[in-house]
T-cell receptor, first 113, second 116 residues
Framework: DAGITQSPRYKITETGRQVTLMCHQTWSHSYMFWYRQDLGHGLRLIYY???????DKGEVPDGYVVSRSKTENFPLTLESATRSQTSVYFCASSVGATNEKLFFGSGTQLSVL | AQKVTQAQTEISVVEKEDVTLDCVYETRDTTYYLFWYKQPPSGELVFLIRRNSFDEQNEISGRYSWNFQKSTSSFNFTITASQVVDSAVYFCALSEADNAGNMLTFGGGTRLMVKP
């Protein structure tokens, strides 16, 4: 029962570089999400996807790009990383539509120098 | 707009003490869902409970209990006889029923430290 796998677990990059965070789930859940966790802000939604090839913006989408060509994968790309994107990123999935409980990955700690 | 406030950023207790984590929410919807998640030191968030706005019955699960009061817009979480393994960051979250993408709004979290 692999659940949700995020990679890498830790990443250090430089300002201006492109970075892709990977997320893979084995449950075939329809919905997938990307959150960032920052002190004092809790978790904030970056992007979500209701199904393959369907994505939509969350609360803080600027500077991020997502894709979902397959149900099980939901990569998050920072096209030109900035220091303000230093954060812990969590991928999550849920079985159905609104208000279902979320299953979270272990997170990716990203530092942008 | 929906909002969740966890005023206690950090709580420290000694093992076996009872502790209550506060959660106050704001929403204009009449139908909504409230959640609690636990984030242990390993980092992964774990679902604890979900309640809908029409069910104000308090819930107990072992040492955990939840007090939902619509009159005060609160959904507080109590741990009875706390243990060191309860040390974690706890998040309260809110989702409005008609939001398009299961958009959970999280509170800032409360870090609970249980000392032996």
């Amino acid at each position: 029962d692999a659940g949700i796998t995020q990679s890498p677990r830790y990443k250090i990059t430089e300002t201006g570089r492109q970075v892709t965070l990977m997320c893979h789930q084995t449950w075939s859940h329809s919905y997938m999400f990307w959150y960032r966790q920052d002190l004092g802000h809790g978790l904030r939604l970056i992007y979500y996807s209701a199904a393959a090839d369907i994505t939509d913006k969350g609360e803080v989408p600027d500077g991020y790009v997502v894709s979902r060509s397959k149900t099980e994968n939901f990569p998050l790309t920072l096209e030109s990383a900035t220091r303000s994107q230093t954060s812990v990123y969590f991928c999550a999935s849920s079985v159905g539509a609104t208000n279902e409980k979320l299953f979270f990955g272990s997170g990716t700690q990203l530092s942008v120098l | 707009a929906q909002k969740v406030t966890q005023a206690q950023t950090e709580i420290s207790v000694v093992e076996k003490e009872d502790v209550t984590l506060d959660c106050v929410y704001e929403t204009r919807d009449t139908t909504y869902y409230l959640f609690w998640y636990k984030q242990p030191p390993s980092g992964e968030l774990v679902f604890l409970i979900r309640r809908n706005s029409f069910d104000e019955q308090n819930e107990i699960s072992g040492r955990y209990s939840w007090n939902f009061q619509k009159s005060t817009s609160s959904f507080n979480f109590t741990i009875t006889a706390s243990q060191v393994v309860d040390s974690a960051v706890y998040f309260c979250a809110l989702s409005e029923a008609d939001n398009a993408g299961n958009m959970l709004t999280f509170g800032g979290g409360t870090r609970l430290m249980v000392k032996p």
